[in-house]
């Protein structure tokens, strides 16, 4: 019989999520596809929020934005339309029987899982109403569009003004995402995969009104005009004429209702049985928050599970672990479907005079370049926030503590050395924590004898916090050279990289980046921060006494 530390029913994003990082912690694991090839054709074609950050982590950062897909950097609201050798293997071996014998066992086969369905629905697990009720059914089209030639089509008409290829493929299919409603329908449509690849989503909703029976034509029905331009609006020399896009150049490659309801499991585990994805939690995808959601999910079970792996807990301890984990999911969830439920909002909105004058107040808004800067960071600010409020059993002191928060990610440089994402610099061993060290300009030195004595006394396991899992970070503009503190040897040390830094390297930062980001979270008094593999902060402590004191409860915590 195979012998292994996790056994992961499904490989969709948050399987694979989960069993990409207990690969990387070292941790064995089986991943079990009922599927034998993978799926071309997505449902989830969006990522967004720390999705993207904790690919990194698992080690497909670069590719997810080259390979994978691209950068979608404008989300567009409209009415009406638009204009590396492996850590991991699969056996998919047809018909082999095995016998597995396993620690965990995670269910991640999706909203009807057999997991659930099988083991943990005897034991009183349900997926139950959320704080929201929402059934719709929507179509959802995949698309392939190739582009037309004035070789393949020389009767075209935007040839004879000069549009090349490439400009009548940006004409019809524009980059960016667009969110639509006119008074029958919402409807959603964008470009997806990675740049080039000429894949188009659409989808709308269906209403009572519509027959089904034949879906395509169905999306014909409802999307034909989509491609077809009033020549006016392209030239004068087209006017009273209208310009369609070829219709054989567009590949229905997929295209069927899916009902979309909210849902969330009341127990998100039983003993060894755990429930990450959509087995566990289902909302609809208006807020394009679906697979970051379950990611997170996968991300924030990974490290828990490698610990209980390692330093073997009892059971009591390992049903706090996991309680504080579920609750943390939930509170999780919660954020990510209020999100939905802004953005379904916007798209379902109904009212003719609600809608009418909610256009005209965003209109109003967006002539103010100040004021649309404002609502667009408050829509894409990461709000997420543990308390011991909404998680008392979660992993972290809140309050005074300040933990619960993520740490900011920034990129920071070793003296002489190219930048790099903060978190691979901070977060080296995926399944201990790590100890960030705050040194200021006119900091005393920090030696490594007395963290290595704090550590000592703190007597936490070795698999969990080392000397190596600590970095010294030179922050306010101190340096080796600026700061009465050094590096020294067996202590890694960073410094944050300003944006001319960055500009000199040739990398260009993200929108908002700041590098004071870290620190600014915290006092000013602020030395030690302790970071879970999860990016949440543990506790900050401005002294070694108060390191102590929260490691103490760590200790505690795991006991
Ligand atoms: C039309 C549509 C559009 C969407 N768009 C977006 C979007 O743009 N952005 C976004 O974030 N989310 C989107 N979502 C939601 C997103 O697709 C899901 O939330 C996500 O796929 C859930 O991932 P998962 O790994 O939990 O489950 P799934 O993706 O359902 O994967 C489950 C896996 O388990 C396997 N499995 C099932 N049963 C068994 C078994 N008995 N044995 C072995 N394997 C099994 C399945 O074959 C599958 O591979 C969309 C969903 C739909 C339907």
Redesign the pocket.
Known sequence: MEETTVVI???????LALGALLGRMNVKTII????TEVCEDP?????NGDAVRISYQIGIGEGLTKRIGKDISVLNFHRGNFRQSPFMTFDIRDGAKHLIRTSWLVG????R??VRKKFLEPEGVRQVEGEWTYVGT?V?ANLKITTPTPESHPEFPLWKLGYTPQQVHDTFWPTGFYFCNDDKRPQVSGRFGPAGSGFWRH?YSVEPEDNLDDVQGHLWKIFGSWMIIPGSKLSRTLAKTVVEFPRDCIDVIRCRP?TFTVKVVNKWFVRNTML????AHVFP?FG?????C?IRDAQSLAWRLAMMSTISVLTTTRERILEGWSQERRHAWKGAMNATRLNGSIVNMWSFFGGLLYRIVMRLVWQFPILARLRTHRAFRDKLAFTHKTCPDGFFLDGAGVGGRKVAQIRVRKQGQAPILSDSAFLRNLSHLSLLVFVRRDSPAVEHAQIAEILKVADLPRDMLTMEDVTLYFIDGSSSETSTARPEPGLEAYYPCTTEELAGEGITPIKGYHHTSVEDRYGSSAKFVLVRPDFIVHSVASSGEELLANLGKTGEYFR
């Open positions: 029913v499904g490989a969709g994003p948050s399987g079990l596809e009922k599927d449902r989830g074609i969006v990522v991640a086969d999706g909203k899982g057999v929507w959802a989808e899916f990450i994805g959509d087995a995808p394009r928050q679906g697979i970051a379950r």
